[in-house]
């Protein structure tokens, strides 16, 4: 899985990337009351905008992404000093407000994760296969604390078109693999894109607590 996603940076095959901040990142975002200050972590982040928008309305980013070719065109497409450091067995760059860590979602922990308190996912979960879908949605769990919110692109896709990535992931789905750890409420169903026939669903999740 790690491999084919380095190839598809190698070889330019990032058709999910788009040139602008999401529509429903601009939309949603403010209606989950998160505040000014709160770091917020970007699973399989790539070299989104998004993290931008979020950098430029006060909220530091920590973006998790495997393919180095990734960071390094995130930092040449924006402005500001660049700098580097090595933590926690990942290999970190950050500018401005961002950061973003090269490396393994599964193996950033939760010591690395002490100041997260929101988190956004606008390309992960349907990024990955079935079977990895359960291990994703508990990982996230581990890494945010209760009271924690955010924002959950995901996608559904006609049937008979292929498999993916990205793959296709119901509402039902959604709900299996968060419901256990997180209040889910669907936000909005985005129209079919024109040509695929793919359809994104919006979700706000918040961290449940112990006894929640």
């Known amino acids: 899985m790690g491999n084919e996603w380095i190839e598809r940076w190698r070889d330019g095959r990032i058709g999910f990337h ?8 601009l939309k949603h975002w403010p209606s989950l009351g998160v ?3 709160t770091k917020v972590l ?4 790539g070299k989104s905008l998004d993290m931008r928008w979020l950098g430029q309305h006060d909220h530091p980013v920590l973006g998790i992404e495997l393919a180095p070719l ?5 930092v040449e497409e924006g402005p500001g000093m660049v700098s580097r450091y090595r933590q926690g067995g990942f290999d970190v760059t950050r500018q401005a407000n ?3 860590w090269c490396g393994d979602f599964f193996h950033f922990h939760i010591d690395q994760a002490a100041e997260i308190g929101a988190f956004y996912d606008r390309a992960a979960l349907i990024a990955l296969p079935p079977a990895t879908r359960q291990r994703y949605a508990f990982h996230l769990a581990q890494l945010t604390p209760p009271g924690a919110c955010g924002l959950l692109i995901s996608l559904t896709r006609p049937e ?11 509402a039902e789905e959604v709900r299996e693999r968060f419901e256990p750890n997180f209040r889910v409420t669907f936000v909005e169903q985005g129209e079919p894109e024109e040509g695929s026939g793919f359809r994104e669903t919006i979700w706000s999740l ?7």
């Open 42 to 45: 970007v699973p399989l982040c």
């Open 70 to 74: 990734a960071i390094e065109q995130f």
């Open 160 to 170: 008979g078109l292929g498999v993916g990535p990205p793959y296709h992931v119901s």
């Open 98 to 100: 961002v950061e973003l």
């Open 35 to 37: 505040r000014p200050g």
């Open 18 to 25: 788009r040139d602008l901040a999401h529509p429903a990142l």
């Open 206 to 212: 918040v961290r449940r607590g112990p006894r929640q």
